[in-house]
């Protein structure tokens, strides 16, 4: 059979199972957003993987270390306090490797999160709402001290995630740019993508790479994101890796979801707006060079907030403390 050649490669790959597809996601220049030419800004769309968001690569590498280590035995539980996206990736992997798998994150997640964990077959336990996910991590912490059939991956302290960025995400970046990455902006949230994507870039490039950190206002919780003036500085973070740390309004997060959407067609979650905002701040005090920043997931978890839809003050002034 005579097969006409592609148009468009590469393609993408061929893989053993949807576990093994994770990664590989596309990086789109968005040319409408740069305030200068000589300035280029790639989104990196983590949207792209599996379950829709960059936590597909740090579950799989937390379930790999757990594995590695002996830590799943049959009889073990796998324990993660998440408000959202780690434990949906969890969940999607230990649906297809035959784990067990238990999440805690607060009780005023959107329907949606709740609806996705059930589906792979996920139990849930739910903490205190206005405690946030600090509140997650202690309810998860009190459940699996002395208790052994749990396994607590713990993605806030374990290097497997900071290392799934440093020996994927980051030289996916590097060899789609041939190593010409000039600044690189992503969220905070365990802190992982930024100080993976940071050790590997200052090791390759050194300080010619500007490493910054969008970081949401005290009080203002964006989804995903955390202040690290809340109180609590996951041990994986190592604060001298970041260059710059900038801060960012719940306001500014929803007009720039917004943007993203309107001026270039990308459907993303809210922390991939705070994120765009502070990638064209940066882009804007260059004279040339590329900006990276992530795109984290994709928008259909938040639909039903009305982020997409409502008048953008409104949104604004939804109670941000409710986990969309
Ligand atoms: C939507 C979203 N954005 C950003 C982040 C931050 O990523 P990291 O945990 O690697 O700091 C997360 C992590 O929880 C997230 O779920």
């Given at each position: 059979m005579s097969v006409p050649p592609l148009?468009?490669?590469?393609?993408?790959g061929r893989y053993s199972d949807v576990v093994a597809a994770i990664g590989n996601t596309p990086l789109i220049e968005l040319k409408r957003l740069s305030p200068k030419p000589g300035v280029r800004i790639w989104a990196?769309?983590?949207?792209?993987?599996p379950t829709g968001s960059i936590k597909d690569r740090v579950a799989r590498a937390l379930i790999e270390d757990a594995e590695e280590k002996g830590a799943i035995r049959p009889g073990v539980t796998i324990l993660e306090p998440t408000s959202g996206n780690t434990g949906i990736a969890l969940a999607m992997i230990a649906k297809r490797k035959g784990y067990k798998l238990k999440v805690v994150m607060p009780d005023n997640v959107t329907q949606e999160r709740t609806q996705l964990l059930k589906m792979y077959g996920a139990e849930i336990v739910y903490s205190?709402?206005?405690?946030g996910s600090n509140g997650a991590v202690a309810m998860a912490e009190e459940m699996a001290a002395?208790?052994?059939?749990y396994y607590m991956p713990y993605q806030y302290g374990n290097p497997a995630n900071p290392n799934a960025h440093y020996n994927g995400t980051a030289l996916e970046i590097l060899d789609e740019l041939d190593g010409q990455v000039d600044a690189f902006v992503a969220g905070l949230g365990t802190g992982g993508t930024l100080m993976g994507h940071a050790r590997r870039f200052k090791e390759e490039l050194g300080d010619r790479v500007t490493i910054v950190a969008a970081e949401p206002m005290q009080g203002e919780p964006v989804q995903g994101l955390r202040s690290l003036d809340d109180g609590y500085i996951p041990p994986?973070?190592?604060?001298?890796?970041?260059d710059r740390k900038i801060f960012v309004t719940n306001r500014d997060a929803v007009v720039w979801t917004r943007k993203l959407l309107d001026e270039e067609s990308i459907f993303a979650g809210v922390s991939s707006g705070a994120i765009a905002r502070i990638a064209v701040r940066i882009a804007s005090e260059m004279d040339e060079g590329n900006v990276v920043f992530i795109v984290c997931d994709d928008g259909w978890k938040y639909l039903s907030s009305g982020v997409y839809t409502l008048p953008v003050d409104e949104v604004a002034n939804l109670d941000s403390t409710v986990w969309w």
């Open positions: 148009q468009n490669k590469p393609c993408g990196k769309m983590e949207s792209f993987n205190p709402g206005n405690l002395g208790d052994d059939s994986i973070i190592d604060l001298s890796l970041l």
